[in-house]
């Protein structure tokens, strides 16, 4: 078997697994989540670059908010991309960063509801950067949720599309450590058209309006 061949059959069989622990919909629970919105400039989503899998590039979507008053946790270099310095790298950011690694740490809010357990988030490269989407294995449905405005091997700040923005998971008025990549429709255009802003440049996936179980 060569080499292309078994780290297909490898990455199949990734996504195959996670897809399997992820119910189809919704738990009760969720409903009895809230959120509550954060100043955008202490806070940031970061794509960094991990070791490739049989050549295959790969990916970790990092978010890192910065508390007021404490170290600095990331600095903001360049432009296409936007390269970040990964200061909270450099000490013990206790009590001055807050990190979220992988799906524990964040999901998709869309409209109200909580879709952390029918979509996977994911970064995709196309045209020459890194598209942020959130995937629905099992409707095989994807949504643009941002991109860097460029590629490179450093970690890169993920522009947000219009109308997202990152927020805290709240219970019963008690702010948790999880975050929302958050979407609120606007009432003009809940007409089950696509905005533009959610659609990829190149097509070449099926973009949606809004998640569905």
């Known amino acids: 078997m060569s080499k292309s061949s078994y780290a297909l059959k490898l990455m199949t069989l990734a996504v195959t697994t996670v897809a399997s622990l992820l119910p189809i919909q919704a738990t009760k629970a969720d409903a009895t989540f809230s959120e509550v919105n954060m100043v955008q400039t202490d806070v940031i989503a970061v794509s960094q670059t991990l070791p490739p899998l049989f050549g295959i590039p790969r990916f970790n979507l990092l978010v890192i908010e910065q508390i007021p008053g404490r170290n600095t946790c990331w600095q903001e270099v360049g432009e296409n991309p936007t390269n970040v310095n990964l200061l909270l790298s450099n000490f013990d950011f206790t009590g001055h960063c807050r990190r979220a690694t992988d799906a524990n740490g964040y999901s998709i809010r869309y409209n109200g509801q909580d879709y952390g357990q029918s979509y996977i988030l ?8 890194l598209n942020l989407i959130g995937f629905n294995p099992n409707t095989n449905t994807r949504i643009n949720i941002g991109t860097t405005t460029g590629m490179n091997g450093q970690p890169m700040k993920i522009n947000l599309n219009p109308g997202w923005q990152l927020t805290k998971r709240a219970y019963q008025g ?4 999880h975050f929302y990549f958050s979407y609120q429709e606007p009432a003009t255009t809940q007409n089950n058209t696509l905005p533009e802003n959610n659609t990829l440049p190149d097509g070449n996936v099926r973009d949606i309006v809004a998640p569905s179980n």
């Open 122 to 129: 994911n970064l995709v490269e196309s045209n020459g950067v």
């Open 174 to 177: 008690k702010v948790l450590g």
